[in-house]
């Protein structure tokens, strides 16, 4: 593993925890020319099926594009990074399970959406106010009243 600071090729690993879900491995290293630390995080490398947008197109699976969405989404919300990242996680064994090769956007945004409604109500309306494109107000309120029950 190259350090990213100096870019040397030698890098111990200092400590390695497994997280408690089981689904990756979190190491702890360091380079032996710079002395900097850095972790690394180790997953299973599992095929996700490509997302097939409303044009037609079809992209691979991003999750740093979904990781970007709920960060804006929750964007100055109390809700932890470790929530986040238990949404995403819950979100792709879903799409795993389902076992499909391919998964229309439109799904994919109805998942985020339960998640966020669990995490946060303003982060969930936030997301679904630009998901669902509202032409106007009343569609707005009748989403802010479904939340309210």
């Known amino acids: 593993m190259h350090c990213p600071f100096c870019a040397h090729a030698d890098t111990q690993v200092v400590d390695t925890r497994v997280s408690d879900d089981g689904a990756f491995v979190r190491r702890r290293r ?51 990074t470790e929530q986040q990242d238990a949404a995403i996680e819950r979100i792709e064994e879903k799409l795993l399970a389902a ?22 109500k303003v982060a969930y309306i936030r997301f679904a106010s630009v998901y669902r494109s509202f032409e106007d107000i009343d569609e707005f309120r009748a989403l802010v009243d479904e939340v309210r029950r």
Request: net charge positive; charged share 35%.
């Open 30 to 80: 360091q380079c032996g020319h710079c002395n900097k630390r850095f972790t690394t995080y180790e997953r299973p490398d599992v095929s996700f099926p490509s997302v097939v947008k409303k044009d037609g197109r079809r992209v691979p699976w991003d999750r740093a594009k979904l990781q970007a969405s709920l960060q804006l989404a929750l964007r100055k919300r109390p809700v932890s």
């Open 99 to 120: 076992g499909e090769r391919e998964v229309p956007s439109r799904r994919l945004g109805e998942l985020v959406m339960r998640e966020l409604k669990k995490l946060d």
